[in-house]
């Protein structure tokens, strides 16, 4: 079965400074991952997306995410944080059949002034 | 564009109690899902609609909890009874041709407390 864990539950960072969130999965074939942004009081918002070819993909926002297939990882990063980033961002891998998307546990950025 | 209309926005019941959301999905979108997400976790898919027929609903609690999508377009999500547990936002999500991460739009989810 699928799964995705996200280690870091809340993150705290200084606005300008840079983010990386951790994201690690398992999944028995290639897998297909993604990045949701969840700001309060609102749905998902997809940010990137992985399929294949290029391992460093660009998102919205300025996000972007490189899959490390060694680690299993899928990591989230921008290098300059902006007050409307905090929120809640949730990793998540997709099956082949592209029918059952299962998401992390998520970890909520706060970011100081 | 009209994205994900979801009703109500919050709900607080007793348990034992019944309750009923309502999804509003795309214009034109095949394939919807009912989400829930419990404090402090990742969604969790329910059910998924292909027009108006069940593709999976192999986590949904059928003893208390039925969804149904009539026409293929509007759908609800019934709880009954409800427990303490169930409290949690659902989320629902529309896509147009059933792969959820390519081309999915959420809603603004409905808040649901059980007391």
């Known amino acids: 079965a699928q799964s995705v864990t996200q280690p870091d539950i809340h993150i705290t960072v200084s606005e300008g400074a840079s983010l990386e969130l951790r994201c690690n999965y398992s999944y028995g074939a290639t897998p297909y991952l993604f990045w949701y942004v969840q700001s309060p009081g609102q749905g998902l918002q997809l940010l990137l997306k992985?399929?294949?070819?290029?391992?460093l993909v660009q998102g919205i926002k300025g996000f972007e995410a490189e899959f490390k297939r060694s680690q299993s990882s899928f990591n989230l990063r921008k290098p300059s944080v902006h007050w409307s980033d905090a929120a809640e961002y949730f990793c998540?891998?997709?099956?082949?059949?592209?029918?059952?998307?299962?998401f992390g546990g998520g970890t909520r950025l706060m970011v100081k002034p | 564009e009209a994205g994900v209309a979801q009703s109500p926005r919050y709900k607080i019941i007793e348990k034992r109690q019944s309750v009923a959301f309502w999804c509003n999905p795309i214009s034109g979108h095949a394939t919807l899902y009912w989400y829930q997400q419990i404090l402090g976790q990742g969604p969790k898919l329910l059910i998924q609609f292909q027009n108006n027929g069940v593709v999976d609903d192999s986590q949904l609690p059928k003893d208390r909890f039925s969804a149904e999508r009539l026409k293929g377009v509007d759908s609800t999500l019934k709880i009954q009874p409800a427990k303490l547990e169930d409290s949690a936002v659902y989320l629902c999500?529309?896509?147009?041709?059933?792969?959820?991460?390519?081309?999915?739009?959420f809603g603004q989810g409905t808040r649901l407390t059980v007391v």
């Open positions: 999500a529309s896509s147009l041709r059933g792969r959820l991460s390519t081309e999915a739009f």
């Open positions: 998540a891998v997709e099956n082949n059949a592209g029918n059952m998307l299962t």
């Open positions: 992985y399929f294949s070819g290029d391992t």
